[in-house]
């Protein structure tokens, strides 16, 4: 099933929460999909340099009692911001983890 604009922009404000909803309910002129999607991205999307991104990932470690999969999810919001290949992805989320060396070489 393909959904036509109207459908997605009906779906996206219906679905809106928390901060996203407030900042919308406060905007005037969003009616089309194109016009609120343009909007959440111009407010919430968030682009930083290059270096500071790598320096983000780079210094990043799992935290205690942060699962593995949660840790991977977030190193792949940071990496999202800007433009990270995945091997390099990979390194850091590697590099990350606390662990002895011997056992990051089977991550690798």
Not at 41 to 49: D, G, M, R
Request: charged share 30%.
């Amino acid at each position: 099933m393909e959904w036509n604009d109207l459908h997605k922009y009906i779906f996206a404000k219906k679905s809106l929460r928390g901060l996203a909803k407030l900042y919308i309910q406060g905007e005037a002129g969003l009616n089309s999909w194109r016009s609120l999607k343009r909007a959440l991205l111009k407010e919430f999307s968030t682009k930083i340099n290059s270096v500071k991104l790598h320096e983000t990932l780079r210094t990043r470690q799992i935290k205690k009692g942060e699962s593995a999969q949660e840790y991977l999810l977030v190193m792949k919001e940071i990496a999202s911001r800007g433009s990270i290949d995945d091997e390099s992805l990979i390194q850091y989320v590697i590099n990350g983890i606390a662990d002895d060396d011997p056992n990051k070489i089977v991550l690798s």
